[in-house]
């Protein structure tokens, strides 16, 4: 399905990534119009206040989103489509009064309510791609064209926005997001009603999602998340201090764009030719010594390579993680999992971006850099050691272990059978 060029214009995948690609450019203008009101329009001592709360309010969204969204899309067939189509809708109404009130106490609710209503629609759209393609080995590449068309139009549609933000105002980035918002709606209620809803969750199923290789891959994706939230802040209150022009934070910004790309386009490939927990490794370890090696003098130069090495590191990640999920996690909960795991990441982003806001005054780039260096390569190193503990269980190293009690089989375990079966 994904690889017709007859049938792509019009395939249910085609069509979840239109509307992926709204929202995107959608976010893509609020999040400047956003940025602009709240981080460059002061000093960096003013701005640390206002991004603590913006922070504070990224969080909140979750709880609205693990209690009421998931089930929400769970309990009718078209629920996911319908919630994405509504998700927009209610976008559209609140960019709008967001820009009527970017100077009032009314900012920070109406922007928690976009929040949260775009977090829904990450939900949705994960809970959908398994519905799209034909089988599950389709899954890794549909993960991909998503992350890279979404990526691309990310920063596509970033630029008419601070265009806009420049000669106009902010607000106006916010009426082009309510634009989009309200196409959005047309797009979402094209994708197609699928056919049947999965099986409730079974706790075997539940099980398998605790799977001693997904947890391990959590974490390793959760650190890189993290990784991600911290440079994007240690960098942008490096460049306030340093009385560093806007248009550097987007030129940092276009490097994590770039790496981003390349991580999503050279996952796939990468995965033919090795595990997804290889890749994995990787992408904790490279990124970590790139920060190792930049956090010797932080040049800008430096500064901006290591954001472009873990936007990378993160993008590829996500592939191989996505991937590592659907070779070992039940099929029937492929949605759900994606969602579940997808909020505990974006949980983990905000609180790795917290660490440079709170510690502004006391951590500098070097030695944000040299954190970050330790953090990935200790990681990348200790799943490593976990992912060969899995694949190479140790030997007991008494020859006479096996002996048991008198009683027992002969050559089997003390005990017999029965405390295989049932340990501790």
């Not at 970017?102 to 976009?114: K, S, T």
């Not at 080995?137 to 549609?157: D, F, K, P, Q």
């Not at 989009?180 to 969750?201: D, K, M, Q, W």
């Not at 370890?285 to 954001?307: E, W």
Request: hydrophobic content about 50%; aromatic content about 8%.
């Amino acid at each position: 399905m994904l690889s017709d060029p007859r049938t792509y214009s019009s395939s249910p995948f085609a069509r979840l990534v239109i509307a992926n690609a709204v929202s995107a450019w959608g976010d893509a203008a609020l999040t400047v119009a956003l940025a602009g009101s709240l981080f460059f329009s002061v000093g960096a001592a003013q701005a640390r206040p206002k991004v603590l709360l913006y922070l504070a309010l990224t969080v909140a969204p979750f709880v609205v989103v693990a209690p009421v969204i998931g089930p929400l899309l769970d309990r009718a067939a078209g629920g996911r489509r319908l919630l994405m189509a509504a998700g927009f809708a209610a976008r559209c109404v609140l960019a709008v009064l967001t820009a009527r009130h970017l100077n009032g106490l009314l900012l920070y609710p109406l922007a928690f309510g976009v929040l949260v209503l775009s977090k829904g629609h990450a939900v949705a759209k994960a809970a959908l791609v398994p519905s799209t393609v034909d089988t599950h080995e389709e899954l890794v590449t549909a993960n991909s064209r998503i992350s890279l068309i979404s990526t691309v139009v990310s920063l596509a549609g970033g630029l008419p926005a601070v265009g806009l933000m420049k000669l106009f105002g902010p607000e106006w980035s916010l009426y082009l997001a309510a634009v989009v918002y309200a196409a959005g709606v047309v797009t979402a209620l094209r994708i197609r009603r699928p056919a049947e809803l999965p099986e409730p969750e079974s706790r075997a199923e539940i099980e398998e999602l605790h799977a001693p290789t997904i947890l391990l891959a959590v974490t390793g994706m959760g650190l890189l998340r993290g990784a991600v939230g911290f440079m994007t802040f240690l960098v942008a209150f490096a460049l306030k201090r340093a009385g560093e022009p806007a248009w550097l934070y987007g030129v940092v910004l276009l490097a994590s764009g770039a790496g981003n790309l390349g991580g999503v386009v050279l996952a796939p490939r990468l995965r033919k030719r090795l595990r997804e927990e290889v890749i994995l490794v990787g992408s904790l370890l490279a990124p970590g010594l790139v920060a190792l090696l930049s956090a010797r003098d932080a040049t800008k130069l430096g500064i901006t390579v290591t954001a472009a090495a873990i936007a990378f590191g993160s993008a590829a990640g996500k592939v191989a993680f996505d991937s590592l999920v659907q070779r070992d996690g039940p099929e029937e909960l492929y949605g759900r999992a994606f969602a579940r795991f997808e909020t505990r990441f974006q949980l983990i982003w905000v609180a790795g971006a917290l660490i440079p806001v709170a510690l502004l005054d006391v951590m500098d780039s070097r030695l944000g850099l040299f954190v970050l260096a330790i953090v990935l390569g200790f990681a990348g190193l200790s799943y490593f050691g976990g992912m060969r503990g899995l694949h190479n269980p140790p030997r007991h190293p008494d020859p006479h272990r096996g002996a048991g009690p008198p009683g027992g089989s002969p050559g089997g375990p003390p005990g017999g059978p029965e405390e295989i079966s049932s340990p501790g």
